[in-house]
């Protein structure tokens, strides 16, 4: 029989191997489910927090930027901006929108109120919490 590849062993390894990755699948999709609640800042899911999420998606901020590796990439990513650049930062960023500065890429102007910008703030101090495994993997935008 050496040399020979019959029909029987064709349907071991095409058993076989459903079967082995299945429950390869459901071992990693269990690890997964049992990992999530450790890792995914879900105790610091506030109400300003939720309310900075609709800002985020209202004004479709994921149209140009990319979080945690989601969206487009016309502008930086935004999952660690909260750590690279801080509150202050962004708020006054947000206001002196746009730059006008020729060669750059440019964000528009958006009309928030105080309490906008800081749930909006919120939001992206919740996300730069996440525990991601270190994505981004730099610390560039
Ligand atoms: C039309 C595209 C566009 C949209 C929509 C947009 N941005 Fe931007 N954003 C940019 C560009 C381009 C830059 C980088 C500009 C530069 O470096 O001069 C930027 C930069 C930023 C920065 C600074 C990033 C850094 O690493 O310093 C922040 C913070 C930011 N955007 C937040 C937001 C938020 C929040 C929203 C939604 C409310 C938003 N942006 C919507 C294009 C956009």
Redesign the pocket.
């Known amino acids: 029989m050496s040399g020979t590849f019959t029909k029987s062993m064709a349907r071991n390894i095409f058993y076989g191997g459903t079967v082995f990755f299945f429950l390869f699948f459901l071992a990693l999709t269990f690890d997964t489910e049992r990992t999530s609640p450790q890792r995914d800042n879900r105790e610091a899911l506030t109400d300003q927090v939720k309310a900075g999420k609709r800002?985020?998606e209202t004004?479709?901020?994921?149209?140009?930027?990319t979080i945690l590796g989601e969206g487009?990439y016309?502008?930086?990513?935004?999952g660690n901006?909260y750590k690279?650049?801080g509150a202050e930062?962004?708020k006054v960023?947000?206001n002196a929108?746009p730059?006008g500065?020729p060669g750059?890429?440019?964000?528009?102007h958006?009309e928030?109120s105080e309490s906008e910008m800081d749930e909006?703030i919120a939001f992206?101090k919740y996300a730069s919490e996440i525990k991601t495994s270190n994505w981004p993997p730099n610390d560039?935008?």
């Open positions: 800002i985020w004004r479709n901020c994921v149209g140009c930027h487009a016309f502008a930086p990513e935004l901006v690279r650049r930062f962004i960023w947000i929108q730059s500065t750059r890429r440019q964000m528009p958006f928030l909006l992206l560039e935008g």
